[in-house]
């Protein structure tokens, strides 16, 4: 047998000034470039889900609009079916639609909010291009264009399913309060 060797294991030290002087640099860039890095952001209000409506108060418009496939349903929560506007999803005219929001604006004015009801199939694209025609409206009066601020306040959810419909405002007592767009 031989006799073992006594290793003798020598402490290194490990430099790591190299990699802390790329930490600093690093987070210092990251600090810097974080300032201009920004989103946009679209603000949208959900419903409340404890809310009620109170038979003691007057009738709100609730305004919802269903967007699918083949149409764009504008409603009352409350009241249903305002007007079915047919949709081609290839090309779109947006001269209807814009007309009967306008024409909602004119009887409510003071309203703000829209809930857009979006269908499983409704692309972003297409959700892009209802929300802003929900907002804004441009009109021409006498050779100029003016602008319209319609429903800026838009929460978005998904649609109804269809055999779940909503009752029409015709068949509806209370249709006074909104009144049929034709």
């Not at 100029?144 to 405002?169: K, Q, R």
Request: negative net charge; contains cysteine; glycine residues 2%.
């Amino acid at each position: 047998m031989r006799p073992r060797k006594k290793r003798h294991n020598e402490v290194v030290e490990l430099n790591i000034t190299a990699f802390m002087d790329l930490m600093v640099c690093l987070i210092s860039f990251l600090l810097i470039t974080a300032v201009f890095a920004r989103m946009t952001v679209v603000e949208l209000n959900l419903p409340d889900l404890n809310s009620k409506a109170n038979p003691n108060q007057e009738i709100k418009l609730s305004l919802q609009l269903v967007v699918q496939d083949d149409a764009f349903d504008v409603r009352d929560a409350n009241l249903g079916l305002i007007k079915k506007i047919p949709r081609n999803p290839q090309k779109a005219d947006w001269k209807i639609f814009t007309s009967t929001l306008l024409e909602i604006k004119s009887r409510f004015p003071n309203e703000q909010n829209i809930t857009l009801l979006l269908g499983p199939s409704v692309n972003y694209k297409t959700m892009i291009e209802v929300m802003d025609h929900v907002r804004t409206a441009n009109v021409v009066n006498a050779g100029t264009l003016e602008t319209y601020e319609l429903f800026p306040n838009i929460s978005i959810g998904d649609a109804p399913e269809l055999a779940a419909e909503i009752p029409s405002v015709e068949n509806n007592n209370s249709a006074e309060a909104v009144g049929e767009i034709k």
